[in-house]
């Protein structure tokens, strides 16, 4: 069993939590992941690491409220427990050797996003972080991004706040003005990643992309998260998550990831009727 001890939200659906997990925070690394269980009869879901300090031993993860699962881990708090904690998992994102990079975030990716920036920033990089979402009330990590970045672009879908369009704007306008970046790392929704990586081909920049598939063991057994490569077959899991933006089928992958929308929407509402049953 492992404890909460912290928990905040970061908006109306995103929700941070600080675990107790001495033995995953003393391993755990930037784009690595955990797979938890909220309870002994819950299905195990991945959620990436955030964050993490080996002193206190906690482990840091934000998630969306998108479906049963995370709506059950959403009603728990401070103090209690949560049945399983597995990790890390997962291949540490490679920062070796990196000096100007862009690191792009999109909605809940951010929480992915920001332990990379982060990484590279105190590695002495001049880090550029480009973050957007739908509109300002689901911004999330603001003022962290700012902290460890040279340069900061929020852009929202709406124009609510700052800058009015997708990511791939200020992307694409340091690109064509000649900005020079060694590496970008982009991570998010798959159609904004895939996106990304369009522009980051057309200025022949190297691009990095976080993976997260339809994921069941987080040990390459059970093979749900496979994804197309190169042509190749991998799995998230232990041959990633992080991949060559260029050789990802995002299209494939987009078709893969909507597999069980329609029992995750019906699951999800039959959960939070059970809830509300409750709380009368």
Known sequence: MF??????????????MKVFAPLVAAKAQPGQFVILRVD?????????????????????IIFQIVGATTKCLEQKNVGDYICDFVGPL????????????????????????????????????????????????????EKDFKKCSHKFFVTTDDGSYKIHGNV????EEMLKNGERIDHIFAIGPLVMMKFVVMTAKKYNVPCTVSMN?????????????RLLVDGQMKFACVDGPD????KVDFDEMMIRNRIYNEFEKHKYKETCNLFKKETK
């Open 3 to 16: 404890k909460i001890v912290d928990k905040k939200y970061l908006n109306s659906t995103v929700v941070m």
């Open 40 to 60: 002994e009869n819950g299905e195990r879901i991945p959620l990436t690491v955030a964050g993490f300090d080996t002193k206190k031993g906690t482990v840091k």
């Open 90 to 141: 997962g291949n540490a994102t490679n920062t070796k050797g990196l000096k100007r990079v862009c690191v792009v975030g999109g909605g809940v990716g951010c929480a992915i996003a920001f332990p990379v920036a982060e990484k590279l920033f105190n590695q002495g990089a001049k880090v550029t972080s480009i973050i957007g979402f739908r509109n300002k009330d689901l911004i999330i990590l």
């Open 168 to 171: 791939c704007m200020p992307l």
């Open 213 to 225: 598939p339809i994921m069941i063991d987080g040990t390459g057994m059970c093979g749900c998260c």
């Open 243 to 246: 991949f060559d933006g260029y």
